[in-house]
Antibody
Framework: EVQLVESGGGLAKPGGSLRLSCAAS????????MTWVRQAPGKGLEWVGR??????????DYAAPVKGRFTIFRDDSKNTLYLQMNSLQIEDTAVYYC???????WGQGTLVTVSS | QAVVTQEPSLTVSPGGTVTLTCGSS?????????PYWIQQKPGQAPRTLIY???NKSFWTPARFSGSLLGGKAALTLSGAQPEDEAEYYC?????????FGGGTQLTVL
């Protein structure tokens, strides 16, 4: 059974940083292109960014609102995906999901709250 | 960043048929946008219903189908069931990013 388990969410101040983790099991993680998606309270889904597999170059793409502030990276030896979030803004408050959408692998999400 | 448009809400009768659409501000939606349809029920994580225009996830009921229709991506539900009441999001791929639509709240009533 495939499991994606996010962690690292919590309360951060505007301008602060947080690092989210997504521990994967039950899949060949190193082959997977992984994505972060977020959902602000009561709002729709928002694509945050993705990282390709190392075999595909390991490169990343980001949505415009987070580009330059967020970094996605992976540690295939730990089967773990990361989202480093810097210069956090109130608008970054959301549940963050780790996903491999083509294979319908989704975590349950972790809540990030940015507030002073 | 491109804008992806969906109907905010639709209603379908039990057993009825409804089509949800997904448009792009950049022009016609094509297979090159690799359209996804994501279902989300209240309090639950999203699930992928359709990927790359018309491919179904293992769990996707046969009553759902994806296609391209009139320059848009389309999700057709034939024979709606009460459990199909949910929010449906379209996801399109652009050169260096993907963008979700605002979602369609589907009511089965």
């Amino acid at each position: 059974e495939v499991q994606l388990v996010e962690s690292g969410g919590g309360l951060a101040k505007p301008g602060g940083s947080l690092r989210l983790s997504c521990a994967a099991s039950g899949l060949t993680f190193s082959d997977a292109w992984m994505t972060w998606v977020r959902q602000a309270p009561g709002k729709g889904l928002e694509w945050v960014g993705r990282v390709r597999s190392k075999a595909a170059g390991g490169t990343t793409d980001y949505a415009a609102p987070v580009k330059g502030r967020f970094t996605i990276f992976r540690d295939d030896s730990k089967n773990t995906l990361y989202l480093q979030m810097n210069s956090l803004q109130i608008e970054d408050t959301a549940v963050y999901y780790c996903t491999q959408p083509q294979l319908d692998y989704w975590g349950q999400g972790t809540l990030v709250t940015v507030s002073s | 960043q491109a804008v992806v448009t969906q109907e905010p809400s639709l209603t379908v009768s039990p057993g009825g048929t409804v089509t949800l659409t997904c448009g792009s501000s950049t022009g016609a939606v094509t297979s090159g946008h690799y359209p996804y349809w994501i279902q989300q029920k209240p309090g639950q994580a999203p699930r992928t219903l359709i990927y790359e225009t018309s491919n179904k996830s293992f769990w996707t009921p046969a009553r759902f189908s994806g296609s391209l229709l009139g320059g848009k991506a389309a999700l057709t539900l034939s024979g709606a069931q009460p459990e199909d009441e949910a929010e449906y999001y379209c996801l399109l791929t652009y050169t260096a990013a993907r963008v979700f639509g605002g979602g369609t709240q589907l009511t089965v009533l």
